[in-house]
C-alpha cells in the first residue's frame, strides 16, 4: 500500500484549503483512514477518522471546521479545510491501518502513512 498525499500550501487566516489522499492496492475498499497532523516541537494530533461507511470523527480542535470524506472510486481520501487558524499549521499525513480495521483507531508507526503535505496558516 502506497498513500500519496497533496494539496497543502499557504493561506492566509480564514482560509480553506483541500488536502487529498490516493491510496495503492486494495486496502482501501476494508479500511478507515484518518488524517494526522504534526506542528513544529509538538506531539502528533489526529485530526479526523472517516470509516469505508461514511462515519466521521473529529478532534475537538477542528470539530466543525474540518470535513474528512473518502471516494472509494478513487481510493482518494479528503481533508477539507475552512477558517484556518494560524495554530493548524502543520505537516499533515494521511493514514491507513496496516491490517484490516474500520472502525475508530489509534495511529501507529507501523500503519501505512503518506509522504506528508506542509500546511501553514500564516498572513
Known amino acids: 500500500v502506497q498513500l500519496q498525499a497533496s494539496g497543502g500550501g499557504l493561506v492566509q487566516p480564514g482560509g480553506s484549503l483541500r488536502l487529498s489522499c490516493v491510496a495503492s492496492?486494495?486496502?482501501?475498499?476494508?479500511?478507515?483512514m484518518s488524517w494526522i497532523r504534526q506542528a513544529p516541537g509538538k506531539e502528533r494530533e489526529l485530526v479526523a477518522t472517516?470509516?469505508?461507511?461514511?462515519?466521521?470523527r473529529y478532534a475537538d480542535s477542528v470539530q466543525g471546521r474540518f470535513t474528512i470524506s473518502r471516494d472509494a472510486k478513487r481510493n482518494t481520501v479528503y481533508l477539507r479545510m475552512s477558517s484556518l487558524k494560524p495554530e493548524d499549521t502543520a505537516v499533515y499525513y494521511c493514514n491507513m491501518p496496516s491490517f484490516r480495521w474500520d472502525s475508530w483507531y489509534s495511529p501507529q508507526d507501523t500503519d501505512y502513512w503518506g509522504q506528508g503535505t506542509q500546511v501553514t496558516v500564516s498572513s
Open positions: 472517516v470509516t469505508t461507511g461514511g462515519s466521521t
Open positions: 492496492g486494495s486496502s482501501f475498499s476494508f479500511n478507515a
